[in-house]
């Protein structure tokens, strides 16, 4: 749907014109899978699809209407049903609980007529979630003139996933997408929020988003898994050798310190961990010095360690990377966000792209059954209000 159409449906819907239309961008994780959380480094880049939001004021100031073209049904959200979660579908999670950020910092969100739009897929490791909230975030922070900063807007969607929703993300997500840049990806510290934005320079080379169209199962407690399993190697790890988190380490001082961590599956979620963070900083040098070969060796080496030390991959997004990493025109291939299904991202010669797709489509459906989807990602910009 274009805005036009976006505008005349909310016309059509709430009987007047709206207020005003922000966007908010997905995005894709170039390298720095799962580091966030563990006080890392990630390099993600947001992308030119996302949310859509147009809002209107209501007349009762104590409702707010949400509807999106995405999901059915509608819903009204008053304060009482605002405190009862368990009556939320999963998607309205998202928005109610970044009103509950803005309740809980003393204002009032309520009154307001919205209609949601997306059209980044939903649920393939692409940051719709993030690209939800951070589009509510920034339309209350308009209109309510709150006055929070792009990194407080990010902090606030955050919090709001975490304790609301309930999954445990890490920052990097709402962070790109409320700071991307187009054709820039963000070096973000995840420990000191500092971040770079680093041209994404690549003469003759595109990155190529592969989705898996597999159903993500339990993404959300795993996820959870995951991070507790670091915690507790960091915590062991931290009787020796003093750390914050995990991305403390050089993979030097991990193999010194490994055998502290008594569990040889936490050793390896940590060791991922920490390999992966070295890795982040490595590919950022290399694209820095033109070296997009290194770039592209280097996101293979991250897809092996999420598959063997994380195990966060599974046939499909194994296949998909495996296969593409074989395909002539292509420097790399790994897969892309939480992981357990969802989208790889590749770097591929520009004019590979038609056999590249072709190819890697059919393999794919013969070996797991399923259809992907292609996209050549296009890098935009950071949230804002459109009209
Ligand atoms: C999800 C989370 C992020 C990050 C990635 C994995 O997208 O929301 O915070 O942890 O997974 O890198």
Not at 79 to 99: E, H, I, N, Q
Not at 222 to 250: S, V
Request: negative net charge.
């Amino acid at each position: 749907m274009n805005l036009d159409e976006l505008k005349q449906g909310f016309q059509e819907i709430y009987g007047q014109e709206a207020d005003a239309i922000y966007f908010a961008p997905g995005r894709v994780n170039l390298i720095g899978e799962h580091t966030d959380y563990n006080g890392g480094y990630v390099f993600p880049c947001a992308l030119n699809f996302g949310t859509y939001l147009l809002v209107s004021r209501r007349k009762d100031p104590r409702d707010t209407r949400f509807i999106t073209y995405n999901f059915q049904p509608s819903l009204i959200l008053n304060d009482r049903l605002f405190t009862r979660k368990m009556l939320l579908t999963s998607w309205m999670k998202y928005p109610a609980g970044v009103m509950k950020e803005f309740r809980d910092a003393g204002h009032d969100p309520w009154g307001f007529n919205t209609l949601f739009y997306g059209n980044v897929p939903y649920g393939a490791g692409l940051s719709s979630s993030a690209s939800v909230e951070m589009v509510m975030a920034i339309m209350l922070n308009d209109q309510l003139g709150a006055g929070l900063s792009p990194q407080d807007l990010a902090l606030a969607c955050q919090r709001a996933e975490n304790d609301y929703v309930g999954m445990k993300s890490g920052i990097m997500d709402q962070f790109v997408s409320a700071m991307g840049q187009k054709d820039h990806a963000i070096l973000l510290d995840c420990k000191t929020l500092d971040f770079e934005r680093v041209p994404l320079e690549m003469e003759g080379y595109s990155l190529v988003i592969a989705n898996t169209n597999k159903r993500r199962e339990l993404a959300g407690s795993k996820y959870n898994e995951r991070r507790a399993e670091c915690e507790e190697a960091a915590r062991q790890i931290n009787e020796a050798r003093p750390l914050q988190a995990l991305c403390d380490l050089t993979p030097d001082e991990f193999e010194r310190y490994a055998g502290l961590v008594t569990n040889e599956t936490k050793r390896r979620r940590a060791r991922h961990a920490v390999t992966e963070n070295a890795r982040v900083k490595e590919a950022v040098a290399a694209l820095k010095a033109g070296d997009s070969r290194r770039f592209g060796q280097l996101m293979n080496e991250s897809h092996r360690s999420l598959k063997e030390d994380y195990e966060v991959t599974g046939v499909e997004l194994d296949t998909l990377a495996e296969e593409a990493q074989k395909l002539p025109g292509v420097l790399g291939s790994r897969m892309t966000g939480a992981g357990f299904g969802g989208c790889t991202v590749s770097l591929v010669e520009t004019a590979a792209i038609p056999s590249f797709t072709g190819t890697l489509g059919e393999t794919y459906k013969q070996r797991v059954g399923l259809t992907a989807e292609f996209y050549v990602a296009a890098i935009g910009d950071g949230a804002s209000r459109v009209e």
